[in-house]
C-alpha cells in the first residue's frame, strides 16, 4: 500500500483505505481517551500520536454522489443515495459539534461510484483518486496544516449491496477525520471503525459516537 500521506505543494493528500496498514492494534475494552485517539490520531494506549489531528473547521460539512457509473444503476444506485442519506443522518444524531448534511451540489465529501474492481489501481475517473488501490472502498483528503478542506470516496464496483450502509457509514466517519480503523476483537461488533468487521454493523458504536463529538465538541 502506498504511504498514508503524500506532501503536496500548499496542501497535504491523505489517502485513508480500510487497510492492516490503517489499522492500530489493541487489546479489550479501551477507555473513551485511548479510543479517540487511537481512531483520530492512530495512537496506542498510552503513546503518542503517529498521525496528525484532522478536522473540518466549519460546523456544517456537505456529502453526496457525483460520479456514477453503469454497474450502480437500477437498484444498485438507490441503495447507495439512501445509503448517504442514512450516514448523515446517524452522524448528525451525535449531538457532535458538526451536521453533515447531503447535497447534489459540489460537496465537500464527494462520493465516486467507480466502474473499478476491488484490488485494482483506479484509473481514468478524474478524480483525485486516481493512481490508489481501491480495496472495497478508499478515503482521500486534502488538507491544509491540520484543515480538512475536501474529501473525496471511491467505492467499488464488486462491493455486494449490503455492504453499503455500512461502509458508507465508516467512509463518511473517517473523512470527518477519524482516519484510522481499530484492529481489536472486542470492538467487531462494537465499533463501525473495526478492522476485524465483516460489513454488517449499519450503525455507530457508543465509543464511535463519543469519538466524533471530542473531535467536534459542541460550543
Known amino acids: 500500500m502506498r504511504p498514508w500521506w503524500l506532501a503536496l505543494p500548499l496542501s497535504l493528500l491523505l489517502p485513508v483505505a480500510a487497510a492492516a496498514q490503517d489499522a492500530v492494534r489493541s487489546d479489550g475494552a479501551l477507555s473513551d481517551r485511548d479510543f479517540y485517539r487511537l481512531v483520530a490520531c492512530a495512537a496506542t494506549p ?14 456544517e460539512v456537505t456529502v453526496g454522489i457525483v460520479t456514477r457509473t453503469p454497474p450502480y444503476l437500477g437498484g444498485k444506485m438507490k441503495r447507495a443515495e439512501a445509503s448517504v442519506v442514512r450516514a448523515a443522518q446517524r452522524l448528525t444524531a451525535t449531538g457532535a459539534g458538526l451536521r453533515v448534511v447531503v447535497t447534489d451540489r459540489a460537496p465537500d465529501i464527494a462520493i465516486h461510484l467507480l466502474d473499478t474492481l476491488r484490488g485494482d489501481v483506479i484509473a ?26 475536501a474529501a473525496h470516496v471511491g ?65
Open 124 to 149: 481514468g475517473s478524474g478524480t483525485p483518486l486516481d493512481g490508489l488501490t481501491l480495496a472495497n472502498a478508499i478515503t482521500r483528503l486534502s488538507v491544509r496544516g491540520n484543515r480538512i478542506e
Open 46 to 59: 498510552g503513546a503518542a500520536c503517529r498521525k496528525p489531528l484532522l478536522k473540518w473547521e466549519k460546523p
Open 155 to 219: 467505492f467499488s464496483r464488486d462491493m455486494t449491496i449490503r455492504q453499503y450502509e455500512s461502509v458508507m457509514l465508516e467512509e463518511i466517519l473517517q473523512a470527518l477525520g477519524l482516519v484510522t480503523d481499530i484492529e481489536n476483537p472486542h470492538y467487531q461488533t462494537r465499533s463501525i471503525l473495526s478492522q476485524n468487521a465483516d460489513n454488517s454493523l449499519k450503525r455507530l458504536g457508543a465509543q464511535d459516537e463519543m469519538a466524533l463529538r471530542t473531535h467536534y465538541p459542541r460550543n
